[in-house]
């Protein structure tokens, strides 16, 4: 399988690649144990963009052969309301992954809202068990779906993290500091920059790979990248651009995500990946 393209990194190749697998193994595991893996959506109020996400999640549940169970409550749910509705998805045996569809209303504390979630069901690596884990490089939990998808692209790529300098720009719970353990993890050299970091091109200009993860379009430029540099662009903005200004990188990167095709398909198959592998662990299924 290449999923190359002069020095484009495509996302779509691999992630079909996963569904298929994962479509395998839920297969296996239905034929094992006659049960069907599910995930559980859980949706807080009107968001139009949320809903969307949903339905993207929901279609790619059907693809994988994967259950699912959408629950959607109004904008005026309580904390205390979401964290009794995912108390009883978190006991239920057959609900094997539960995904917390953010951000939620004001009103509501999304980190109770998160931990409420067994770790065992955590397939979209959101709470303080599954982080600190991963960070720890220990088993039992799912990483965050997007630095996971990153780390499979690299890996589809051939590329060899040990010793390289890595520089994530962006310190989100969710990817800045995941995407930086899971680095870790795999012996990059890792430096986290954000909004406050001082000269921030200098710091760019010495990473071997360079993850944009900062929520700003086109934010870093070709100019700031050492030559040959690897270029994984995680954001998604408005007018379908990244956080990288993809012309001017392009010219200057080894290997470089565009946006969209590249990290995007990414997301999805690893949370379905995830929710057939958490199936897989609760019933006892080997590979």
Sequence with gaps: MSNTLDNKILGKPVADAIMQQTADRVAKIKEQTGVTPCLA???VGED??????IRMKLNRC????IGSKHIKLDDSTTTEQLVA?????GSDPQVHGILLQHPVPHQINERAAFEAIPVSK???GVTYGSFSRMWFDEPGCFPSCTPQGIMLLLESAGIDLSGKHAVVIGRSPILGKPMAGLLLAKNATVTI??????????LVKQADIVVAAVGKPEFVQGDWLKDGAIVMDAGYNPGNVGDVHF???????SLITPVPGGVGPMTLAVLMQQTAQAAAQQLGVKD
């Design 122 to 124: 955590d397939v979209d």
């Design 247 to 253: 012309e001017s990188s392009a010219k200057v990167a």
């Design 41 to 43: 959506t859980v949706l």
């Design 62 to 65: 059907e693809q994988a052969g």
């Design 48 to 53: 139009p963009a949320s809903h969307t996400y």
């Design 193 to 202: 920059c954000h909004s406050r970091t001082k000269d921030l091109p200098a």
């Design 85 to 89: 509705t995912i108390s009883e998805l």
